[in-house]
């Protein structure tokens, strides 16, 4: 079975220091074209979602280098843990956060989560489903994100949208890299057929339903919450 892409992998261990710095820069800058005013950045979405979820254990499925979600949302006393599935992203994390150390470990969202069912508050799995095959995507990965979350939990996912794959040139690196591109309404009935909905705003000029912002690339990316059904 086809699972996460070779290329991609071998471009986060080259390169998962500087990916971390730019990370972080590019997080500082905010998102470009946001759908939404309060549609800030990172830290934006991890507040919306926390906001949600209905306790404070979650999990960053694919948490990249440096692991700044984990870093920040741990700071702010969540009972947050992470994985990915490039070891350097991991080593790159704890060299610049020690203190994570036992929090992160290395997995691969191809395969079944090695966790209990109903495990988590929220879950958060950002700009990592574009490096996914589809039939992974939809058999493995997205019914594993689910199976993980408690009754009521919520799911934030953040993904290039399109369909079939996308070859661009990545300016930072000056490299080709091809990324496959999701449908919102395709992750949404899958979602759907696992028993979750999508987060409305609430106000209705609030944060929620589908919102979009573009990167570097440049590729318009989705950014959706799902809450699982008790």
């Known amino acids: 079975m086809d699972t996460i892409k070779p290329e991609s992998l071998d471009f986060y261990r080259q390169r998962s220091q500087h990916y971390a710095a730019f990370k972080s820069q590019f997080e500082a800058g905010g998102f470009e074209n946001p759908s939404h005013p309060a549609l800030h ?9 926390t906001a949600l979820a209905p306790g404070n254990v979650g999990l960053d499925a694919g948490c990249g280098a440096g692991a700044v979600d984990v870093a920040r949302l741990r700071d702010a006393g969540y009972d947050v843990i992470g994985f990915d599935a490039v070891a350097e992203n991991i080593e790159t994390a704890i060299l610049k956060t020690p203190k994570l150390s036992k929090y992160l470990k290395i997995a691969d969202l191809s395969n079944p989560l090695l966790y209990e069912s109903d495990s988590f508050d929220f ?11 589809p039939s992974v995507l939809f058999d493995i990965t997205i019914p594993e994100l689910v199976r993980v979350l ?3 939990g919520v799911l934030q996912l953040v993904f290039k949208i399109g369909s079939g794959m996308a ?11 091809i990324f496959h591109l999701y449908s919102e309404q395709d992750i949404l ?8 909905h999508l987060v409305l705003p609430s106000p209705p000029d609030g944060l929620g339903g589908l919102m979009y912002f573009t990167d570097n690339k440049p ?3 989705c950014v959706l919450y799902a809450r699982k059904h008790s």
Do not use: W
């Open 41 to 49: 950045g990172d830290e934006s979405l991890t507040t919306f979602l």
């Open 167 to 177: 070859n661009v040139r990545d300016g930072e690196y000056g490299v080709d890299r």
């Open 219 to 221: 590729l318009r990316h």
């Open 123 to 133: 879950v958060m799995c950002n700009a990592v489903i574009q490096h996914i095959t």
């Open 150 to 152: 408690k009754p009521q």
């Open 189 to 196: 009935s899958k979602l759907s057929d696992l028993g979750c």
